[in-house]
């Protein structure tokens, strides 16, 4: 069902007069509600099922354990950040900060951390991987937003070694 659909199917609505109306086909789940005219206006809720055959066959592939985050020397492009380590992502996956949202984030800026510290987690097809520090030093700057997506060797964090 595309865009053009969705909104021929609520104009229908509201011109029908109907309070509500549900739809649901293959992967998509549509909910209509109406009101009377005065009061609040319309609320459209569109999501999309979760698809249940991709998951298992996905599940194997990820069961294997995630490598520690490699560490190399930033590129010496800027003068500043030439003494800095920079922590690259391993993996592709979501940037987390947090290892729960209800939990405080693993590092701040000006922290000093050991090697092996964890400095944030990284999600990939449902699983939460733990990226720990190679080296021992203070976090100078965190380069990712939380909950962001991130690429394979993506810069996460700069670390001052000394």
């Not at 995630?66 to 492009?77: H, I, K, L, Q």
């Amino acid at each position: 069902m595309d865009l053009k659909e969705i909104q021929n199917l609520i104009k229908f609505v509201s011109n029908s007069g109907v309070a509500e109306v549900k739809l649901e086909t293959g992967d998509i789940k549509i909910t209509i509600k109406t009101t009377v005219e005065g009061s609040t206006p319309e609320i459209t809720y569109v999501q999309q099922a979760p698809i249940q055959q991709a998951l298992p066959q996905a599940a194997p592939v990820a069961a294997a354990p995630a490598p520690a985050a490699p560490a190399a020397p930033a590129a010496p492009a800027a003068d500043d950040t030439s003494k800095y380590i920079t922590v690259k992502s391993p993996i592709i996956g979501t940037f987390y900060r947090k290892p729960a949202p209800d939990k405080p984030v693993f590092v701040e800026v000006g922290a000093t951390i050991s090697k092996g510290d964890v400095l944030c987690v990284i999600e990939a097809m449902k699983l939460f991987n733990e990226i720990e520090s190679e080296v021992a030093g203070k976090i100078v700057k965190i380069l990712v937003d939380d909950m962001s997506p991130v690429e394979f060797d993506q810069p996460l964090f700069l670390v001052d070694p000394s």
